[in-house]
T-cell receptor
Framework: QVQLVQSGAEVKKPGASVKVSCKAS????????INWVRQATGQGLEWMGW????????GYAQKFQGRVTMTRNTSISTAYMELRSLRSEDTAVYYC???WGVGANFDYWGQGTLVTVSS | QSALTQPASVSGSPGQSITISCTGT?????????VSWYQQHPGKAPKLMIF???NRPSGVSNRFSGSKSGNTASLTISGLQAEDEADYYC??????????FGGGTKLTVV
């Protein structure tokens, strides 16, 4: 059974950066893309981007271009999402999700990481 | 890229059928057969219910079905059950491996 386990909640000040990790439990880590999706409290889902753990290739939503970086460490089956220049509007639960297919279907999700941005 | 348009809420009684729409443009929903639907219960991660417009992942009830016409995709839930009460989100492939979600629909089973 595939499991994605994310790092714990973070509290950051405006202008700071946050780096969230997502560890996969299975040895097919490099076979599927890892996507990041966030959700502000009471709001909808917002796709942030994807990373191919095998090649390291990435693709980001236009909204986050220049402010987000997605990386990985294949030796420990872990993906990372770093978001910089945080503002209060970035307060949200951040999810990693395994994606497959051209349409990026997300079949396994992490438990979510709450990032709070507050002065 | 703007979010796909979904009704904010829909409701139905147990046993009834409901349909949730997801409207986009020729650049997303209308341009590709890559629409997915997710169910999300409060405090939980989303769950994939439909992929590639009308396909169900293994383990998803056949009461859930998807379709598309032009720039609008639809999720139909038949034989409504109390456990179906949740938020539902559509998503669509745009291009160059990018994706957009709908704003979400709250389903209430009354």
């Amino acid at each position: 059974q595939v499991q994605l386990v994310q790092s714990g909640a973070e509290v950051k000040k405006p202008g700071a950066s946050v780096k969230v990790s997502c560890k996969a439990s299975e040895n097919t880590f490099t076979s599927y893309d890892i996507n990041w999706v966030r959700q502000a409290t009471g709001q909808g889902l917002e796709w942030m981007g994807w990373m191919n753990p095998h090649s390291g290739n990435t693709g980001y939503a236009q909204k986050f271009q220049g402010r987000v970086t997605m990386t990985r460490n294949t030796s420990i089956s872990t993906a990372y999402m770093e978001l910089r220049s945080l503002r209060s509007e970035d307060t949200a639960v951040y999810y990693c999700a395994r994606g497959w297919g051209v349409g990026a279907n997300f079949d396994y999700w992490g438990q979510g990481t709450l990032v709070t941005v507050s002065s | 890229q703007s979010a796909l348009t979904q009704p904010a809420s829909v409701s139905g009684s147990p046993g009834q059928s409901i349909t949730i729409s997801c409207t986009g443009t020729r650049s997303d929903v209308g341009g590709y057969n890559y629409v997915s639907w997710y169910q999300q219960h409060p405090g939980k991660a989303p769950k994939l219910m439909i992929f590639d417009v009308s396909n169900r992942p293994s383990g998803v009830s056949n009461r859930f079905s998807g379709s598309k016409s032009g720039n609008t995709a639809s999720l139909t839930i038949s034989g409504l059950q109390a456990e179906d009460e949740a938020d539902y989100y559509c998503s669509s492939y745009i291009s160059s491996s990018t994706l957009v979600f709908g704003g979400g629909t709250k389903l209430t089973v009354v």
